[in-house]
């Protein structure tokens, strides 16, 4: 991400001295862009700048100082309710990927990288009839423990 940053500001500013890049060029810069925009940019920014100071092509670092506008906190995922899942169901019928989906996610608690990787693959059967055993992603590296969740 940063070196597309960097790519497009040469294109733009690369024709200009560094050594004369002033506090209010980047303050400009930043108007236009949105808050999570503005701290990517800035933190590339900061980077090039500790570099041409480091390298004796300007005695201090303009971005010093600007702030990035803040980001607006976000009140997250909404969580469904009874009457919404029976909408879902009663709109995807069983067979389609959709219900399939909700299905996993909501009868075996699965988080949302492993309900997109579970398959046949993870169906075993050990006489007492059909259970589905993953290892999440999240747990690996740590404890690398077995969910089974079944027999149906």
């Known amino acids: 991400m940063r070196r597309n940053i960097l790519e497009r500001f040469r294109a733009e500013h690369g024709e200009k001295r560094i050594g004369l890049l002033q506090r209010i060029h980047i303050v400009m810069?930043?108007?236009?862009?949105?808050?999570?925009?503005?701290?990517?940019?800035?933190k590339t920014i900061r980077g090039l700048m500790a570099f041409a100071v480091a390298n004796?092509?300007?005695?201090?670092?303009?971005s010093e100082g600007?702030?990035?506008?803040?980001v607006a906190k976000s009140m997250?995922?909404?969580?469904?309710?009874?009457?919404?899942i029976a909408i879902y169901?009663?709109?995807h019928q069983p067979g389609t990927m959709?219900?399939?989906?909700?299905?996993?996610?909501?009868?075996?608690?699965?988080?949302?990288?492993?309900?997109?990787?579970?398959?046949?693959?993870h169906i075993r059967d050990d006489g007492k009839g059909?259970?589905?055993c993953w290892r999440p992603h999240k747990t690996?590296?740590?404890t690398g423990k077995l969910l089974q969740d079944g027999p149906w």
Do not use: C
């Open 29 to 42: 810069l930043l108007e236009a862009m949105k808050p999570h925009a503005q701290k990517n940019w800035l």
């Open 56 to 62: 004796s092509m300007r005695p201090d670092d303009p």
């Open 66 to 70: 600007v702030r990035a506008a803040k």
């Open 76 to 84: 997250g995922h909404m969580t469904w309710l009874e009457p919404q």
């Open 89 to 91: 169901r009663k709109h």
């Open 98 to 121: 959709a219900r399939l989906g909700l299905e996993l996610m909501f009868n075996i608690g699965a988080r949302r990288y492993d309900a997109h990787v579970l398959g046949h693959q």
């Open 130 to 132: 059909p259970k589905l």
């Open 140 to 142: 690996l590296r740590t």
